[in-house]
Structures are given as structure tokens and as C-alpha cells.
């Protein structure tokens, strides 16, 4: 049954529900088991020697003593043939971001702290870890550049031969911005600071491998094994059906654990060197350098409005670092499409710097343009004495502007922000007493929209056996957003199965289907269509199964709760009374995810409402309740959705608050690559008073489950809601995130000196 | 509730300080003696890495296991690497996350920045050990109910580190819940769960779950 024509769910008995976890026993029993946590007979332990400078030239790697050292089994290096595998380098290769830059797994110029440069093998890893100190290798140490704006400045150190500005500006253009600020009533221009920020997943990235002769086995923590598949076959020149990836369980990613990581192909190298499976895990410190980031951005923004709340003109000129290898980085989308605006020109470049390449991040590059264009859409209305939030429903953009006007297949931007606002009591919150100090309170207002993915291709299978029970097998790795739940949900909901007899495999290039790896807040509206297909194909055929048996015409029969019933009621037949199922033994079906519309965009949209205070003594910030309220299509567990929302939240907070990687300008090496110095958000640093309102406006043309997407928009406007907020508690626009004491206290000092 | 240094000499038959001493031989002995673990360890090495192993005894989830460590083996690589409890997450190593939180002696402990030599002579409790055979202990089935965790890597130290706390405190105000698990990172940021989630597990433990 093609997967578009399937009807959209009327009420439902299973999805949208509050459902707990069908994996919940495993992972808070300990017998849920990661990759970190695989364990091969006769495993051995890899470490890997990295770079110690900002930038250098590798003169001489000296192995002698490594090799000798107690439990030592393989030793890797530039000079080894096996090692000479491209990265960072041309479209098609391992590593490949489709630039002309060409590196390799342990290059001699290391363009940042922490590049790769030997490896080691043993049989425990303190073995491994002796033996990398061990190895002598002798740096001609170059100067290097940290910061993106001296990057650009001329005579700068070279991080890459091409220059350090990477490509030419990328330009938008919409209408004519210099008449748009004329006819502006007023135009503001502001420009906006937010810092590099650390994925920095529990379970830290590593793989476990092992040959079996020419076939190679890798359990690797990552958002799809899919996406590692291809590029690992690539880099191993293997077929694609010798590559088995396996990630069932993956202890966190937001977008680090999209790539293949030079770990898992050295930890290969190891393996086939010694004949032995090779465990390789890499450490805190090094994730923190070596494994992506949420780039830095600096964001010029220039902003006309009318006095009725028009808004003429939207300018915004970025610069984006993208570390020391190619890797995309974007912030101007909602600037272009968010709100209406005749006049937008959005100009962005990108410099390289001394530092690990970023990685996609939870919405890569939303947080930073809603950072610059939320504070910008608070401060114009204040200007012009308009609320925030009827300003904001005042511009928001019904259509797709960034896509010849295209209309969306729903837009609940109205309703989140007017929800929102009802459930927050923001009236009355922007008029309660701010307080007289030291602790000054406010509240504010933002939104944003996140820019989904494409759904193809995603192929799934469901089969149903003759006890009634049934299997779901598919592409999809649960990064502990709740995917497996979500699925299995659309079985039930289809088949009548309850959640306990239904068995998932999932996540195992082996035994599962392609999909596309659960990145762009994807998976549920990517795959749930391709379960559901499969799910009413297997409908069909126990049909047709039960139609020939009770001498019936199919349209006179129903599946209901799992069972068959004739029209009326009058007979009904248990999937268990099915002798052509009973005598095949199985049912299959195979769904796949059919196309996205094609003269409609699909867009989830969100406001979250945010109140503050700040202590205007010492300059700190605490987060003291939000509200979010989100436009992601249907709901599809009503549990796992308010938690992808209250972690988008809490994330939100900490690149508002707490969150940068701080680079020393003199050495190049990175300040602080552990959790004491780099500062994640804890039990201590969140509100419990966190709201999550769903907006469901029964999507029914975006896919067939009726889902957008819900983990990015979760954490794009969090921190500009929360700057929305400081502003108003203490009249102080602070333009850099994150808001840190020492921060805020400078920025009072300079109120207090200009009186 | 510790137990004193005595006190687990006798029920082991090894004190750390006569660990050391069995390592340790010459000018490395007294600074040994003299300095804290961590340091004590590295100073260790040198033996280990010449195959001197030692005979430890750690009693962990109320099983006795008797083995050869080397001095500067963590708790956390002992449960992990040589004893199979897979439930202990290993993540920063280093004192900073709380992902390998154990109970030691009662007392949640983090495995990463204890030398399994350390905990010869205590109670150790890991994530498995609160369970009740198959069933999920009440903090557990709290952490489901509750959803108080997405990818689930940190859970088990949020786990253990809330039995500690409700060992000691069994009504805990939601103040004592953030002190409680502030010394375990939940990077997806379960926090707001994690307290309904302890409060529900107090209610579970008063009811005689």
C-alpha cells in the first residue's frame, strides 16, 4: 500500500498518549547496553596521541620506546601505509565536506589542538595510555589564530594555504533593504556575540570493532548507523554489505555523532593490524577538542519598522568560525523567512580558525540568529511601545518566504505565541514588580521556526505472527528521544498489538533497512510514515487472509484491537484463527516513507516565554520558571515530547548562561576541555517549573502520521527568551552570550558610569 | 555511616595503609604514606607495570569478589572491565559528571575517583544492586514513570546518587533534590523530571516498594 494513502488517524488509541518508554526497564537497570559498553573475547584497548599546540608541523614521530612497552600489541602512525586515508578532504571521501581541502588520518600539520597524530593498541587500556606517553614525537610549533575576527586581518597565521576566509560571502536577497530603512519609521542596528558551544554527550564517542576475515563489525555510539556505514566502507575501501554498524543504545549525540569519526577507523587500522577486536573510547578532553562544536557567531543585525508594527527592512551581515577544516555553518534562515518583511538581504561568511571543526548542533546556527533577531525584534518593540507578543503575531509569515511564498501545511506560530502567553500570564507578569533589588525580576518572549529536513527514503518493515504478536524492524537509532516508543505506538495503533508483544530490532545496518540518521529533528517525521505503511500493508494482507477464510468480500472487514470483525459485528476472528497465517507462520510488511509535498513547506514553529532574575550585586542570572509552547504537528507520546522539550530547554540555558569554550590566543590550545571549567547545566542551574504546551492543528498534509519535529525547535529561542527577560529585569541589552556574572557586572558598571 | 579504618581492617584482613606498605618498598613508601590517593597511585605505577598485582577483596551488591588489581585500577575499571557491571557508566573519568555514581558504604561515591584498593573493606552498591531480582527497584520504576531521563547514559549515576539521598533524607524538599543530584550531569537535561521522578520514588519507598 503506498504510503500516501493512508488516511490521517481520526482518534487514536495509542499515540498521543502519556506512554512510558519501551526500552524505560533497560536503561535504568543497567542492562541497556551502549557501545561503551561492549565487550569482545580477546579485545584489545586503543589511545590515540594528539596534537599539544595550537599549530604545528609533526617533525618526527619516535615509536621505538612505545613499541616496547608492557602489553603493547600495534603501534600507528603517518608512516604506516595502512594509515594513509584521506580526510577533511574532497565530496565523496571519508570525512568529506565537500571542500578541496585535503588532510589525512594522522596529517603532520596539525591545524588545531588535539589533532591525531599516533595510536596505540594494548591489551588494557592504562597499558594504552603508558604507551602513548611514551611516544616522542618533536613539533615545529607555527603561530596560530583563535579568534575569527583576527583570522581575517591581514598577515594573519595561515590555518588553511586557500586563506582563512572560507568561500565567498553567501548572500540572500529579497526586495531592496536601503528602501526598506527609508521608509522605516525607525531602524535599529545592533550587533550580536554568541560562543562556541560543547556537545559534550554522556556517552563519549568511541567504537568497538572487529574483523571477521574481510567483514568488518562496529558497534559505534551515533545518531544512525546509516550515516557511518557509507563513509567507513569508503575509508576502508569495503563494500557496503562488508560494513555492519550496530548502535542500539547511544547515550547522547545532538549532532556530534553524525559523522564517522577518525577513532573508528583507527580503532579498524588497530584491528586488522593485530587480528584482534580493538576497543577505542576517546576521553572528555579530547571530545571537548576534537569532535565538533556549536560554532561561534558574530551577527550585524539592522532592523526598519514602521510605527504601526510594520516591519520594512531586515539586514543581517554574519561571520561564522568553522574551525580549522571545512564545515558549514549558517544563521540567517529565520531572518529570511520568520517574520513578514518585503526588504532582507542576509550576507554571511566564514573564517577558519585554530580549532576543532564545528559539527551539526541541535539546530545548527537557529539559537545564534534567534539570539541576535529575537533580542532585536523585543528591542524594536519597545521603540514603537508595542507588547512583544502582539508584535510578534503582528509579522509572523503565514507563507514560506524564503520559498517563493509557498504556503506551509500548518503554521501554528499565532496560536503558540497566544497560548503561550496565556499559560505564562504574561500580561500580568510584564507588569508585576520587578523587585527593588538585589534580585530584579523580568520576563520575556521569543519564537522561532526550525527548518525540517527532507522524509525519503526510509524502508521498514513490521511483521505479525500468528500468536498476534509482531516485530518492527528498523533504520533508526533511539537517541534517547524515544524513537523505538514512538514507533511501536503506530504499530499498536494500527494492528491493535499492546506495546509488550511487540518486538523491536533497530539501528543495525545488518538487520535493518536504510534511513537517513536521526539529525534535523528527522527521525519521527522521517520513519513514523514508513512504520505506518508497513503497519497497513500487514493490515491488508491478514485481510485478504481473513476475507478468503470467511468467505467474505475484503471491504466487508475491519481489523480491529487485533482481531478481524465482519461488518455488523456479526463474526469476529482472532489473528490466532487465521489458518493461512497459522501455515505461513509470518505476515510482512514493507513500508517505505513516501514524498514530501511538493507545493508546501513543513515547518514547526514555537514561542517559549521566559522569567528571570538577575542580582545586580553579583551579576548572576537564574532561570525561575519558562513556558514553551510548540507547534510540532501531532504529538505522537505525550511523555517523550514534553521531555525532548524540557532538555531543549535546558539546554537553552545553558548557552544563555554558562556555556563557552574559551581558546587561548597566545598558545591556541583550548582553556577548558573539562565540565569544571566549561560549565553544563545542573540540577542547581534549572527551574522544576517548566511548562510544555502542545499546538496540534492537525497537520494533515505534512506527512501521514501528522508529525514536524520536535527536539531543535525545543532549544532555539530558549536563550533569547531568557535575554529577552534579563532585559527586561534590568534595562541592560547584553548582546554577548553567555550572560555571565562577570559580563553583567561590566555592563552595570558602564551604566553606572554613564549615569 | 562509614565505617572506620579499624573496623574494615578487621572484617578484610587488609588496610590501606598496609596495602601500601605491601607495594611500596624504600623512599617511595613514605611518600606514599603521606600523600592522598590519587597521588599515592601514580607513585604505584612503576610496580604494577612490572606485573605487581595485588589481592583485593571487594564486596559489591552484598557478593565477596576476590582479585588481583593493579594499585592504580579505579573502581569504575574494576567494575566495569573486570567484573562486567556494565550498569556503572564510565563518561568524563574525572570527577566532574556523576555518571559512575556508587553507592560506598551507603554514601554515593563517584567509582572514577576511587582506586578499587580504596574500597576493600566497604559495602559497594552499583545500579544492579537495586534491583529487586527482576523487579525495578522504587527508584527506577519512579525514573520510568516520570520519564527522568532521555538517552539514559547518566541514569544510573542519577539513580544511585537518589538512593543515597533518600537513604538519608526519605521526604526530601525540592531544595535537598537539587543538592542531592548536583553532582550528576544530565546533559539532556532530564532535571525537572528527575525531581518529580524522586518524589514520586519517595512515595514508592514509604509505600514499602
Not at chain 1, 556530534?256 to 583507527?266: D, M
Not at chain 1, 523567512?337 to 559539527?359: K, T
Not at chain 1, 507578569?429 to 527593588?436: E, F, M, N, W
Not at chain 2, 566495569?80 to 554514601?107: F, H, N, P, Q, Y
Request: hydrophobic fraction near 40%; proline fraction near 6%; charge should be neutral.
Amino acid at each position: 500500500m503506498p504510503e500516501t494513502t493512508a488516511k490521517p488517524w481520526g482518534e487514536t488509541k495509542f499515540v498521543g498518549k502519556p506512554i512510558p518508554r519501551v526500552d524505560g526497564y533497560e536503561r535504568v537497570s543497567g542492562t541497556a547496553e551502549y557501545p561503551s559498553d561492549v565487550v569482545l573475547p580477546n579485545m584489545l584497548h586503543a589511545a590515540i596521541l594528539r596534537c599539544p599546540h595550537g599549530q604545528a608541523q609533526v617533525k618526527r614521530v619516535d615509536l621505538a620506546k612505545a613499541r616496547e612497552m608492557p602489553g603493547v600489541r600495534a603501534v600507528l602512525s603517518d608512516a604506516d601505509k595502512e594509515a594513509q586515508i584521506p580526510w577533511y578532504a574532497p565530496p565523496g571521501s571519508p570525512g568529506s565536506t565537500g571542500s578541496p581541502t585535503a588532510s589525512r588520518l594522522f596529517d603532520p600539520h596539525c591545524r588545531f589542538e588535539g589533532e591525531e597524530i599516533a595510536a596505540v593498541a594494548a591489551e588494557t587500556p592504562q597499558q594504552a595510555w603508558d604507551a602513548v606517553r611514551a611516544i616522542r614525537a618533536e613539533y615545529n610549533v607555527l603561530p596560530s589564530v583563535v579568534d575569527m575576527e583576527e583570522a581575517l586581518k591581514p598577515g594573519a597565521p595561515a590555518v588553511q594555504e586557500s586563506g582563512n576566509r572560507w568561500g565567498a560571502p553567501r548572500e540572500t536577497k529579497r526586495g531592496d533593504v536601503a528602501q526598506g530603512f527609508a521608509e522605516a519609521d525607525v531602524v535599529l542596528e545592533e550587533t550580536y556575540r554568541t560562543s562556541c558551544e560543547i556537545h559534550t554527550p554522556s556517552e563519549i564517542h568511541g567504537s568497538v570493532v572487529r574483523w571477521d576475515g574481510d567483514h568488518l563489525t562496529v558497534w559505534d555510539t551515533n545518531q544512525g548507523p546509516f550515516g557511518i556505514q557509507a563513509p567507513l566502507a569508503a575509508a576502508m575501501s569495503l563494500p557496503l554489505s562488508k560494513v555492519r554498524v550496530i548502535s542500539h543504545y547511544m547515550g547522547g549525540g545532538f549532532g556530534s555523532k553524525l559523522n564517522l569519526g577518525k577513532y573508528t577507523v583507527i580503532a579498524a587500522v588497530l584491528a586488522r593490524k593485530t587480528g584482534r577486536p580493538v576497543r577505542l573510547f576517546l576521553t572528555r578532553e579530547e571530545s571537548f577538542r576534537a569532535v565538533g562544536n556549536r560554532p561561534a557567531h558574530i551577527m550585524k543585525l539592522k532592523a526598519g519598522v514602521k510605527k504601526d508594527g510594520t516591519l520594512t527592512a531586515l539586514q543581517l551581515t554574519g561571520l561564522g568560525e568553522v574551525g580549522a577544516y571545512p564545515a558549514g555553518t549558517s544563521v540567517g534562515y529565520q531572518v529570511g523567512d520568520l517574520y513578514r518583511c518585503p526588504n532582507v538581504l542576509i550576507s554571511e561568511s566564514q573564517a577558519f580558525i585554530n580549532a576543532g571543526p564545528n559539527r551539526a548542533f541541535r539546530a545548527p546556527g537557529f539559537p545564534q540568529c534567534s539570539w541576535a533577531l529575537e533580542q532585536m525584534m523585543d528591542a524594536l518593540a519597545e521603540k514603537i511601545g508595542m507588547d512583544p507578543v502582539e508584535f510578534r503575531i503582528k509579522n509572523y509569515s503565514a507563507v514560506c518566504q524564503m520559498q517563493q511564498n509557498k504556503p506551509y501545511t500548518s503554521a501554528g506560530l499565532r496560536e503558540c505565541l497566544t497560548e503561550g502567553a496565556r499559560a505564562f500570564n504574561w500580561k500580568d507578569a510584564r507588569l508585576r514588580s520587578k523587585g527593588s533589588g538585589p534580585w530584579v525580576r523580568g520576563v520575556g518572549v521569543a519564537a522561532g521556526m526550525w527548518g525540517s529536513q527532507s522524509g525519503p527514503p526510509s524502508t521498514v518493515r513490521v511483521s505479525l505472527y500468528p500468536d498476534g504478536s509482531a516485530s518492527l524492524n528498523m533504520g533508526a537509532a533511539d537517541l534517547g528521544t524515544g524513537t523505538k516508543t514512538v514507533m511501536a505506538l503506530v504499530v499498536a495503533e494500527e494492528l491493535g498489538v499492546p506495546l509488550d508483544r511487540i518486538q523491536i530490532e533497530n539501528a543495525d545496518t545488518g538487520t535493518t533497512e536504510f534511513t537517513r540518521p536521526s539529525g534535523g529533528s528527522k527521525t519521527v517525521f522521517a520513519d513514523s510514515p514508513a512504520v505506518r505503511s508497513a503497519a497497513l500493508e500487514v493490515k491488508a494482507r491478514v485481510l485478504e487472509m481473513a476475507a478468503a477464510q470467511l468467505k467474505l468480500p475484503v471491504t466487508d472487514l475491519a481489523f480491529q484491537e487485533g482481531a478481524i470483525v465482519a461488518q455488523g459485528g456479526t463474526r469476529k476472528l482472532a489473528v490466532r484463527e487465521l489458518t493461512q497465517l497459522r501455515a505461513q507462520q509470518v505476515v510482512v510488511g514493507v513500508g517505505v516513507r513516501g514524498p514530501d509535498p511538493v507545493d508546501k513547506v513543513v515547518r514547526p514553529f514555537v514561542a517559549q516565554f521566559a522569567e528571570v532574575e538577575v542580582n545586580i550585586r553579583t551579576g548572576e542570572t537564574r532561570v525561575l520558571r519558562l513556558v514553551a509552547a510548540h507547534d510540532s504537528g501531532r504529538v505522537m507520546d505525550l511523555l517523550t515530547y514534553r521531555s525532548q522539550v524540557i532538555g531543549g530547554l535546558t539546554m537553552g540555558i545553558g548557552f544563555a548562561l554558562t556555556e563557552r569554550r574559551i581558546m587561548d590566543a597566545v598558545t591556541g590550545k583550548m582553556a577548558n576541555a573539562n565540565c569544571h571549567d566549561y560549565k553544563i547545566p545542573t540540577a542547581k542551574d534549572v527551574p522544576a517549573d517548566k511548562t510544555v504546551i502542545p499546538i496540534d492543528l492537525h497537520d494533515t498534509e505534512c506527512n501521514t502520521t501528522g508529525t514536524k519535529g520536535i527536539g531543535e525547535p525545543a532549544t532555539i529561542p530558549t536563550a533569547a527568551a531568557i535575554a529577552n527577560a534579563f532585559y527586561h529585569a534590568t534595562g541592560i541589552r547584553i548582546t554577548a552570550a553567555p550572560i555571565t556574572p562577570a559580563n553583567v557586572l561590566t555592563l552595570l558598571e558602564e551604566r553606572r558610569k554613564r549615569g | 555511616m562509614r565505617k572506620s579504618i579499624r573496623e574494615r581492617e578487621s572484617r578484610t584482613g587488609l588496610s590501606r595503609r598496609r596495602f601500601f606498605n605491601s607495594v611500596a618498598s624504600g623512599a617511595a613508601e613514605a611518600a606514599i604514606l603521606t600523600v592522598p590517593g590519587a597521588v599515592a597511585a601514580e607513585a604505584a605505577v612503576g610496580q604494577a607495570a612490572d606485573g605487581n598485582m595485588v589481592k583485593t577483596v571487594l564486596d559489591i551488591n552484598g557478593r565477596s569478589h576476590s582479585l588481583s588489581v593493579e594499585p592504580r585500577w579505579t573502581l569504575l575499571y574494576v567494575l566495569r572491565d573486570r567484573l562486567g557491571l556494565m550498569g556503572t557508566k564510565a563518561s568524563c573519568e574525572r570527577g566532574e559528571c556523576g555518571a559512575c555514581t556508587v553507592l560506598i558504604d551507603g554514601a554515593a561515591r563517584y567509582a572514577c575517583m576511587t582506586l578499587a584498593v580504596e574500597a576493600t573493606g566497604a559495602e559497594i552498591t552499583t545500579v544492579e544492586g537495586l534491583m529487586r531480582g527482576e523487579e525495578l527497584g522504587p527508584v527506577q520504576q519512579a525514573f520510568v514513570e516520570e520519564d527522568a531521563f532521555q538517552c539514559g547514559h547518566c541514569t544510573s549515576g542519577q539513580v544511585v546518587s537518589v538512593e543515597a539521598l533518600l537513604r538519608k533524607t526519605p521526604q526530601p524538599s525540592i531544595e535537598q533534590i537539587r543538592e542531592g543530584v548536583s553532582g550528576n550531569v544530565c546533559r539532556c537535561g532530564a532535571y525537572a523530571n528527575i525531581f518529580r521522578a524522586v518524589q514520586k520514588a519517595a512515595e514508592l519507598r514509604k509505600g514499602g516498594r
